[in-house]
Each structure stands twice: as C-alpha cells, then as structure tokens.
C-alpha cells in the first residue's frame, strides 16, 4: 500500500462510540490543507478505518442534501 | 477481498462531480437495513469509491457537529 502521512489537526468530534469510535475532525493528508474527515479510528487513534475527506463546500452541501432529504423534487434541476 | 452485496435504494444527491462523483445514497450493504451512504462512484455507479455508511442518528450527530463547530467548548460534558 502506497505509503501515506497525516495529521488530525482538529479534532471536531465523536459521531459514535464502538469497538471503533466514527468521528468528525479535520485531517492533514500528506501535508496539504486539512480537509473534514468522517472516519472510524481506534479511540486512542492508533488506527484507522474507513473513512472520507471533504472539503468545506462538500460538507455544506452533504449538509443541504441531509436537510431536504425528505422534500419532493418539485422541479428537476 | 470478502464478497458482500449492495443496493443503491435511494439516491439523494452529488455531493460534487468529478472522475468520480461524491454522493449520499441510502445503500443496503449485504440486505441489510439501508444506511445513509457518503461515497465516491464511477458516474454511472458501475464502480464504488471509499466512503462511510451511518445510521439516520449518526448523521443527526455529524450534522450537530458542523453546526457547532465554530462554537468554543463553555464547559466539558
């Protein structure tokens, strides 16, 4: 596996606690700018599992997609 | 790799475009209950991407801590 760095710059918080804790923070990847990162690690962050990064404008947009979930599409874009 | 089943059951939007798009779905992993699904896909889903699948509670929480997120901690729970 290709070797990779990085570094949880902010940790934002957990989403749930389990044998592994699903988290919110904010994740350096190879030292370019920290994205949001939803991911499940280890709770001493020892290791981590499966996860994704977005950026600010994905966030918000999973955001609105989350609050009109449950609205009809009146129109088709 | 183990062999598992999924089912895109409902789409509910791009999150962004791109070689791969970022989407939220509700997918059904191995008929299992369906789980709001953040994951990249080949645009015509023919392939997946990493991504995270959590429950309607775990994505109440996300959306609670993005909107609080600017907030400095008053007190420790």
Redesign the interface.
């Known amino acids: 596996m290709a070797e990779f760095k990085y570094e949880i710059t902010q940790e934002?918080?957990v989403?749930?606690e389990g044998k592994y804790n699903?988290e919110?923070n904010m994740v350096s990847w190879n030292d370019r700018e920290p994205k949001?990162d939803?991911?499940?690690w280890a709770p001493d962050h020892s290791r981590m599992g499966?996860?994704?990064s977005?950026?600010e404008?994905?966030?918000e947009?999973?955001?609105e997609?989350?609050?009109t979930?449950n609205e009809e599409d009146s129109f088709e874009e």
């Open positions: 934002l918080g989403i749930s699903i919110l949001y939803i991911r499940s499966k996860g994704i977005l950026t404008e994905e966030m947009r999973l955001v997609l989350w609050n979930r």
